[in-house]
């Protein structure tokens, strides 16, 4: 089993839309916890940290539950410059921090 | 702040040759830099974590001769592909997380280097 599983998608969605992602991590001891999100052939780039109570930027909004160990982020009111790949990612042991396969949003008009 | 720049940002190499890829913190100071490669289509994969002024410490199935890292200062390290082949062709990107800042930051990334050998 993966580390860290997310589905692939891709997730195709109108403009306007409302769309969330899920991912799950296999070790509980995983401390710290992450959305990044990369453009095409691009380096990743860190969206927000995810934590227990939950946190919201804008139009975006992570949850972290531990007893489940899963991440999730939900996007409102979906951009067409929202298309990209989304990668959760956890860090363990030694500040390693180890990524998703990553969703791949594509908003449309 | 905490930039990271990586250079090249893009190579082609001829089979057999070695390639150096250089990873700078540019306004912070990095003990510890991460090593990623990215195929087409798949996640990032560590491969190595980089220590500065000690052995750089390689994940499972990555051959440290053959990707030589090295962490001089507090903000460079450098990866050599050494005597690539075609299937090292890949996106190689570093990573660094400022000194003494909490890990709720996560990690700043490089712009990373598309490795083609042909």
């Known amino acids: 089993r993966k580390e860290v599983e997310q589905d692939p998608g891709p997730f195709n969605v109108p403009e306007g839309a409302t769309v969330a992602f899920n991912c799950t991590y296999s070790?509980?001891?995983?401390?710290?916890f992450f959305w990044y999100r990369q453009d095409c052939r691009k380096e990743p780039k860190l969206l927000m940290s995810?934590?227990?109570s939950g946190n919201e930027d804008g139009r975006f909004t992570a949850q972290l539950n531990r007893a489940s160990q899963y991440i999730s982020l939900l996007i409102r009111d979906s951009k067409l410059s929202d298309s990209a790949t989304y990668l959760c990612?956890?860090?363990?042991?030694?500040?390693?921090?180890?990524f998703g396969t990553g969703t791949r949003l594509q908003v449309t008009l | 702040g905490a930039v990271v720049s990586q250079h090249p940002s893009w190579v082609i190499c001829k089979s057999g040759t070695s390639v150096k890829i250089e990873c700078r913190s540019l306004?912070?100071?990095?003990?510890?830099m991460f090593w990623y490669r990215q195929f087409p289509k798949q996640s990032l994969m560590l491969m190595a974590t980089?220590?500065?002024?000690?052995?750089?410490?390689?994940e499972q199935g990555v051959e440290k001769d053959k990707f030589l890292i090295n962490h001089a200062s507090l903000t460079l390290s450098t990866l050599t592909v050494t005597s690539a082949h075609p299937e090292d062709s890949s996106f190689y990107i570093c990573?660094?997380?400022?000194?003494?800042?909490?890990?709720?930051?996560?990690?700043?990334f490089g712009s990373g280097t598309r490795l083609t050998v042909v």
């Open positions: 990573s660094a997380r400022a000194q003494g800042r909490g890990l709720h930051y996560g990690y700043t």
């Open positions: 070790n509980s001891a995983s401390q710290s």
């Open positions: 995810v934590y227990s």
């Open positions: 990612a956890v860090i363990r042991t030694a500040s390693k921090l180890t």
């Open positions: 306004d912070f100071q990095a003990t510890t």
């Open positions: 980089s220590n500065e002024g000690s052995k750089a410490t390689y």
